[in-house]
């Protein structure tokens, strides 16, 4: 559009707003203007500044595994389950507990050992698999807990339950919270950024509210960056339009926006002005970012071959160190590929050649930057599998079903404790013998390292104070430096 018709275009808009049409859309003065301080993205929506104390992280990258990974398999090793191979699972350890549609009409249970054999590691004596030889060797760098646990039994609301804390969608995401809550150290960057890998076809579906701002500002929301000549969509500049047309009009859509403000003081118009001027900035930022063309041959070494290739988990690894290295507050890395009913033992093999290399050099490559001291690095999926096999067992091969009432998440860099293992499960791998930590138990400890009281980071919406922890929550202190 031509800088005259832009002008035009303003006029007629300002023509609109007469002194007979603002009155009438301003008709309860003061009122009105009391009542937009308490419009969602206000100041009043948040019940404290924050951070409310001084945080040991200044940024989470966030590995999630998404489909659940085996703790059977990978953390969790149980002699027990060998010595009762196909066997079928005790009542006295189910104890009637809810199963999938998947299995609840199995006539029998039968229990299933790990086909990879495990080892001992770092100073908490950590069982890891040996599918994980590189995560083996950052067992001294972190946190594991193996006492993890959920209600939610299906993949979409317990992936949605540890993004946003509820299991039914429209709440902000985790990423978003932290961006509402802790703003940007970069303005030129987005504080929340996805980033999406597969290690094999056909698993779980990934959407869109896993990363949305729900009720809170949508200039909060999470950005994805996707491989290729084109990260993120509709930044760069259609054809026959330069940096200085579209710098004009976007000074022309701020005068705009700031008049449609004054008529019906919706704060998201002016989240809309702040999302246009954050992807004129980002046309410089991400390029630059995003180009690994200049690290060094050791680095790729580092993270392993593919992450070389365009969208892999291991190049996702490698950009989520540039983007904390730009000071972007929460990088959400989802990785599918982990939902193995069947075929476990080959599948489970095809996935931790994915993730474990890059994973490893993650922490070491923060580590020799001096970047793991203010990062929190977290790795984990929605859920654990069970302890019995889905359908047939055989020695090669057999299949688990979703099994929320323990598994293993790690975590490893700001303010957790090195080399060090949290809870435990009973001899079956079926329930939490000591040490439990729920889902918001989880988040809590997370904002607090963020120096965040979880209690106190709330927003207001449709009469009710929200949190990311809902009403539940307790910061897991034994895991802190």
Not at 186 to 202: D, E, I, T, W, Y
Request: glycine share 8%.
């Amino acid at each position: 559009m031509k800088k005259t018709e832009w002008m035009e275009l303003e006029q007629a808009h300002h023509d609109q707003m007469s002194r007979r049409n603002f009155l009438s859309r301003s008709s309860l003065g003061l009122g009105a203007a009391a009542l937009s301080s308490l419009l969602p993205g206000t100041a009043e929506a948040s019940s404290g500044h924050m951070p409310h104390f001084a945080p040991k992280a200044k940024r989470v990258i966030y590995l999630f595994q998404s489909g659940a990974p085996s703790h059977l398999e990978l953390y969790d090793y149980k002699p027990k389950l060998e010595q009762m191979w196909g066997q079928n699972l005790p009542e006295s350890v189910r104890k009637g507990q809810r199963l999938t549609g998947m299995t609840a009409g199995q006539s029998v249970f039968p229990l299933a050992a790990s086909a990879f054999k495990f080892q001992q590691y770092g100073p908490g004596r950590m069982w890891i698999s040996e599918l994980l030889p590189h995560i083996a060797k950052v067992a001294g760098e972190a946190t594991f807990i193996r006492s993890l646990h959920t209600e939610a039994i299906n993949h979409d609301p317990a992936v949605t339950f540890f993004q946003t804390g509820s299991q039914q969608g429209g709440r902000p995401s985790f990423g978003s919270w932290v961006s509402w809550g802790l703003g940007s150290d970069n303005q030129n960057m987005p504080a929340f950024v996805v980033l999406l890998s597969k290690g094999r076809g056909g698993d779980q579906p990934l959407y869109a509210k896993l990363w949305s701002n729900g009720f809170l500002p949508s200039v909060h929301q999470g950005v994805v960056f996707r491989s290729g000549p084109d990260p993120v969509f509709y930044l760069s500049n259609p054809q026959g339009i330069d940096k200085t047309s579209r710098r004009r009009m976007l000074d022309a859509l701020a005068r705009l926006n700031a008049d449609q403000f004054k008529q019906v003081l919706d704060p998201e118009i002016n989240s809309r002005v702040a999302q246009y001027e954050m992807a004129y900035r980002m046309q410089t930022a991400v390029p630059e970012t995003l180009d690994i063309s200049k690290e060094p041959d050791y680095i790729f070494d580092m993270y392993g071959p593919e992450s070389r290739v365009p969208g892999t988990f291991a190049a996702n690894c490698l950009l989520a160190r540039k983007l904390i290295e730009k000071d972007v507050k929460f990088v959400q890395l989802y990785h599918q590929g982990w939902d193995q009913h069947g075929n476990l033992p080959n599948d489970i093999k095809v996935m931790t050649k994915s993730v474990d290399q890059p994973s490893s050099a993650l922490i070491w490559d923060l580590k020799q930057r001096g970047l793991l001291d203010d990062t929190l690095v977290i790795w984990g999926g929605e859920f654990g599998r069970t302890n019995y096999s889905q359908g047939k067992l055989t020695k090669e091969n057999y299949g688990r079903d979703h099994h929320p009432r323990c598994f293993t998440v790690w975590m490893a860099g700001a303010g957790v404790k090195k080399g060090f293992v949290f809870g435990e499960t009973d001899e079956f791998g079926y329930n939490i013998a000591r040490d439990p930590v729920h889902v918001h138990d989880f988040q809590a400890t997370i904002m607090h390292l963020l120096g965040v009281d979880h209690e106190r980071m709330t927003f207001k919406f449709q009469g009710r104070r929200y949190r990311l922890t809902d009403v539940a929550g307790k910061v897991v202190k034994p895991i802190l430096t």
